[in-house]
């Protein structure tokens, strides 16, 4: 499953990551590593961009971004 697919108030935890480059970096420098836990905390009202809460920041991600990182549910 990847982090796209989630709805508001659905936790999960980061498996594995599909992506490289510029990309990557900027996903790991917001905190987006394997075993880090995210909730979603809310959607656009298009859904897209999309609310995540990982660590203690509040974070917006794209869900053709959001796409690229597989996740499992809490």
């Known amino acids: 499953m990847t982090l796209d697919m989630l709805k508001k108030g659905q936790r999960c935890e980061i498996k594995k990551m599909h992506v490289k480059g510029k990309l990557m970096h ?12 995210i909730e979603v905390v809310r959607e656009a009202p ?29």
């Open 46 to 74: 298009l859904y897209d961009p999309m609310e995540l809460r990982i660590q203690r920041y509040l974070i917006s991600l794209r869900k053709s971004e959001a796409k690229t990182l597989e996740v499992a549910i809490l």
């Open 26 to 37: 900027k996903l790991l420098d917001m905190g987006f590593v394997n075993g880090s836990v």
